[in-house]
């Protein structure tokens, strides 16, 4: 079936992902065609115009259907120059705060939110309580999240002073401090509908919508982010990434942007 799928399956992306908010380009991977051509059997459906008719008549199957577009791919202290620029410049312009909200969007394992944890509890403002809330719509990654347990691969690019204080070795894994995990909140949810929380002082979005969703719905995102983030806070986004969008906000560095 998957390989069926070669020509008919872009025009249903075509037809389905713009009415989502994604730009349909962005998803002709191999990959995400055979874990539809594998949902169509779990369902017994025969063609993609019988899934597309599930998916506008079944909200939960249009939200599976996003997870199975999803890479989920991450890593901790992934693009280290960014993470630089956060542990010097970031970091220290939250001090004084009593609270300081952070927030990751499309959190995939932890790699992202924990890696914020690791470096504030190594450098961050003493006086300062951090709150970091990370979320993501697929469920299984968030498992792993909360496991807090990886493989070395995932922590190839981070620094090696924090992998020997932060991790501990369990034979092939590598298990998280604990008191490095109690510092993030994990959530479920889809970052489209529900957006980012309010008050923030530094959001992550990165390799998400601003590599994954139309133009339309990427500018209607860093409009929520606008109005989520304080004055003086900060967006980070990907480093291959541009929002074409950045009205309210002054570049720091190739990927962090200041709320004016
Ligand atoms: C490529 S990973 C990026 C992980 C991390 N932010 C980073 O840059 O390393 C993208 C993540 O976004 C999640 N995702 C995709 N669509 C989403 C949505 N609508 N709401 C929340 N999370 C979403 C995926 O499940 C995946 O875990």
């Not at 998803?27 to 899934?51: C, F, G, I």
């Not at 790699?111 to 979320?135: C, F, N, S």
Request: hydrophobic share 35%.
């Amino acid at each position: 079936l998957s390989r069926s799928l070669g020509h008919e399956f872009d025009q249903f992306l075509k037809t389905v992902l713009p009415s989502m908010g994604l730009d349909w380009r962005r998803h002709r991977r191999r990959q995400v065609r055979r874990r539809v051509a594998e949902r169509l059997r779990e369902l017994h459906l025969r063609s993609l115009e019988e899934y597309h008719l599930t998916l506008l008549k079944n909200p939960p199957e249009a939200e599976r259907f996003r997870t199975l577009l999803g890479v989920t791919i991450s890593r901790f202290y992934r693009d280290p120059d960014m993470w630089e620029f956060i542990k010097q410049t970031v970091l220290p312009s939250l001090a004084g705060l009593p609270r300081a909200v952070m927030f990751s969007a499309g959190c995939a394992s932890g790699e992202e939110p924990y890696t914020l944890a690791m470096l504030w509890q190594h450098d961050g403002p003493e006086r300062t309580k951090p709150v970091i809330l990370a979320m993501d719509i697929d469920e299984t990654v968030l498992r792993r999240a909360e496991a807090g347990v990886y493989e070395d691969g995932c922590l190839r690019l981070l620094p090696k002073d924090l992998r020997d204080t932060y991790f501990s070795r369990q034979g092939r894994l590598l298990q998280l401090d604990p008191a490095v995990q109690s510092l993030v909140q994990f959530y479920l949810g889809d970052f489209t509908v529900i957006g980012p929380p309010k008050g923030i002082h530094l959001a992550f979005c990165r390799n998400l919508a601003y590599t994954y969703f139309g133009r339309e719905e990427r500018g209607r995102i860093t409009q929520t982010f606008h109005q989520a983030i304080q004055p003086g806070g900060w967006l980070v986004i990907g480093a291959t990434e541009k929002p074409d969008l950045t009205e309210g906000f002054e570049v720091q560095h190739p990927c962090v942007y200041r709320r004016i």
